[in-house]
């Protein structure tokens, strides 16, 4: 692992998709920073860090032959390395929230984004973004928003936390081309927050509806079951689940 500190920039993720345009990285190059100052989530959400007090970190994956029809592979593996560090810490009650937002109990811990560099139709590398709340204590006006010390009441080195975390992505990485999607996919669905559950949800439109998140299909949709047992397919930004 290669380690690029910064005291502050305005995204990892942006340093270092164009550190990779000027230098020849090496697998697994890692920016971190003390503050991020435009941190972003799925579909352009903004992340909000206080300084000093989390992981705002961003790892450089580079891939040999990886094709653009199995990226959400790159999701359940990545959301699968943080539940395992999670659980090995002890945090309580960790689900994902479709499709890689971290949770305990119904309160966000962990988010992630990821960005693909693609070649035709491969995936020549992934700049891997995430934010773990770790020492932060309060978080303004945010609702459903908790910490390692706010679950755990002690205070975490995030050197170590962050050199733990990478090592469990890079093993889990090792690990991916010898799964078989049925394995990854059912390892992932049972971590799913509201899986099975009647649930609420809110459409693009506006409209809000009910239903039951059954499974993940092969291309990363939430499938969710609606009235008279009819499944349907829904890509990120086509729905919201309420809580």
């Not at 920039?9 to 000027?22: A, C, H, I, P, R």
């Not at 205070?155 to 890079?170: A, G, H, P």
């Amino acid at each position: 692992m290669h380690l690029v500190k910064l005291d502050a920039t305005d995204s990892t993720n942006q340093f270092l998709k164009e550190l990779s345009l000027t230098k020849k990285l090496e697998d697994f190059t890692v920016v971190v920073t003390n503050h991020q100052v435009k941190g972003r989530g799925q579909m352009g959400s903004e992340w909000q860090s206080e300084r000093g007090m989390n992981l705002t970190f961003s790892v450089f994956k580079k891939f040999d032959f990886f094709s653009i029809n199995e990226q959400f592979r790159l999701n359940i593996c990545v959301s699968l390395s943080i539940l395992k560090l999670l659980k090995n810490l002890s945090v309580p009650d960790l689900s994902v929230k479709w499709p890689n937002d971290i949770l305990s109990g119904t309160s966000k811990i962990c988010g992630v984004l990821i960005e693909n560099m693609l070649s035709g139709r491969q995936i020549k590398s992934s700049v891997i973004g995430i934010g773990l709340n770790v020492n932060q204590l309060a978080f303004n006006n945010l609702t459903n928003v908790t910490s390692l010390k706010l679950l755990l009441g002690k205070t975490f080195n995030l050197d170590d936390l962050l050199q733990q975390l990478i090592s469990q992505i890079e093993s889990s990485f090792s690990e991916l081309s010898g799964i078989t999607d049925d394995d990854l996919w059912r390892s992932y669905e049972n971590e799913l927050f509201r899986k099975n559950k009647p649930s609420t949800f809110k459409l693009e439109s506006g409209e809000i509806f009910m239903g039951f998140i059954r499974k993940i299909s092969p291309n990363g949709k939430l499938v969710i079951e609606l009235e008279d047992v009819v499944f349907k397919e829904f890509g990120l930004k086509e729905v919201k689940l309420l809580y």
